[in-house]
């Protein structure tokens, strides 16, 4: 582990319970405004249900393929 820190490793720094005062504790990732958090979610929405149209077509090939066997 890292500077000998044993097993606990970089989880003893990110803890709330040890949390070292010399140690920054931000978000890895900065915040999103109101607008890029919409776009984000709308994208993500739009992601999800291109890949449930994609299953949804599988499994009506599958069911088309055991009615026709």
Not at 9 to 34: D, M, V
Request: negative net charge; contains cysteine; proline residues 12%.
């Amino acid at each position: 582990m890292p500077f000998g820190m044993g097993p606990a490793g970089w989880w003893y720094c990110y803890h709330p319970y040890f949390r070292h005062p010399f140690i920054p504790h931000w978000p890895p990732y900065p915040y999103l405004s109101q607008e890029d958090e919409l776009a984000f979610l709308e994208e993500e929405a739009q992601i999800l249900e291109r890949e449930l149209q994609a299953i949804q077509k599988r499994i009506a090939e599958l069911k088309n393929k055991s009615h026709q066997s």
